[in-house]
């Protein structure tokens, strides 16, 4: 059964970071695609960021240039640092594993960002 567990949000002011990780009880982690998704209150679920088995990565209009992206293969954790955080990146953030060969996807439970001053 494949476990995806997300860890490292938090509080934290405006213009700070964080770093999210990722971990995923697959066999072959490289494989997957890897997408970090985020709710806010009263919104629906959006793509943040992605990376493929390839190393390509996509990022949504609203955090480009803040956010970044990465996966470590040996370790089958996938990380999103963020960096100059805004009050409306506020959510419960997602990670997404795919699995290109069966066409399923597995959640995390999520974990809470709270930018707040």
């Known amino acids: 059964q494949v476990q995806v567990v997300e860890s490292g949000g938090g509080l934290v002011q405006p213009g700070g970071s964080l770093r999210l990780s990722c971990a995923a009880s697959?066999?072959?982690?490289?494989?997957?695609?890897m997408g970090w998704y985020r709710q806010g209150p009263g919104n629906q679920r959006e793509l943040v960021a992605a990376i493929t088995s390839g190393g390509i990565t996509d990022y949504a209009d609203s955090v480009k240039g803040r956010f970044t992206i990465s996966r470590d293969n040996a370790k089958k954790t996938v990380y999103l640092q963020m960096n100059s955080l805004k009050p409306e990146d506020t959510a419960v953030y997602y990670c997404?594993?795919?699995?290109?060969?069966?066409?399923?996807?597995?959640w995390g439970q999520g974990t809470q960002v709270t930018v707040s001053s």
């Open positions: 997404n594993a795919f699995d290109y060969g069966t066409g399923k996807g597995y």
């Open positions: 697959v066999s072959i982690f490289s494989i997957y695609r």
